[in-house]
């Protein structure tokens, strides 16, 4: 990860993550496995924020800006992901990193038609599906540059390049950004932060 880019990632259930009120207002219609998934969120934010060097006080609610992402103070650049069992956050006092995350199970099927959108966009990486693979650095990608753009992101939008365990998309507007991707604990992970 480029400096000043920090990670925090919490499971799931953790009886740590709790929601302060107006969190747990957000939430207080959504069911209870959702609820759990935000509380590990704000804890994740929370805790990838402070390793940032910038510790969010203890009673801040973190809110919910109307396209969904965080609301946070400025000077913050954050991304989320999650899984049925862990929770992502990357944050950093740069904002121009954009950073963004994806969290993938290995086992995850695709949502349907999406293989067939993918096939063009074949890549080589051992022990990882193509479609997989494509998805999760694709929707990396997507988090980072949503926050400037405010703009949905197609397959066809960007150019991907994956060589080892790095990867590289170029959009449309000529942004680059550049990422990486790893496996652990039976997931795809992939992170992302922009270039230029």
């Given amino acids: 990860m480029p400096p000043g880019l920090a990670c925090a990632v919490e499971e799931i259930g953790d ?12 939430v207080a219609c959504a069911v209870p ?35 969904r992402r965080p609301d946070l103070p400025p000077g913050l650049a954050v991304s989320l992901s999650h899984s049925a069992r862990f929770c992502v956050a990357l944050a950093t006092r740069d904002t121009r990193l954009m ?9 995850a099927r695709l949502p349907e038609g999406m293989a067939e959108i993918i096939a063009p966009f074949r890549i080589s990486a051992e022990g990882v599906p193509d479609e997989l693979l494509c998805f999760c ?5 997507y988090k980072s540059q949503f926050p400037q ?33 790893e496996i652990a604990e039976g997931h795809l992970l992939a992170i992302s932060w922009r270039s230029r």
């Avoid at 704000?42 to 800006?65: F, K, V, Y």
């Avoid at 950073?99 to 086992?107: H, Q, S, T």
């Avoid at 397959?155 to 550049?178: E, H, K, P, T, Y």
């Fill in 15 to 26: 009886p740590a993550a709790r929601l302060l009120p107006l969190e747990a207002k957000a």
């Fill in 33 to 67: 496995k959702r609820q759990a998934e935000f509380a590990a969120g704000r804890l994740a934010i929370r805790r990838a924020c402070a390793r940032a060097g910038m510790a969010l006080p203890a009673l801040q609610p973190i809110g919910i800006l109307p396209d």
């Fill in 99 to 107: 950073p963004g995350v994806d969290l993938e199970p290995m086992a």
């Fill in 137 to 141: 650095a694709k929707e990396a990608v």
């Fill in 149 to 181: 753009s405010l703009q949905m992101l197609d397959f066809s939008d960007l150019a991907l390049v994956v060589r080892g365990r790095r990867f590289r998309a170029q959009l449309g507007c000529g942004a680059v950004i550049s990422g990486r991707w």
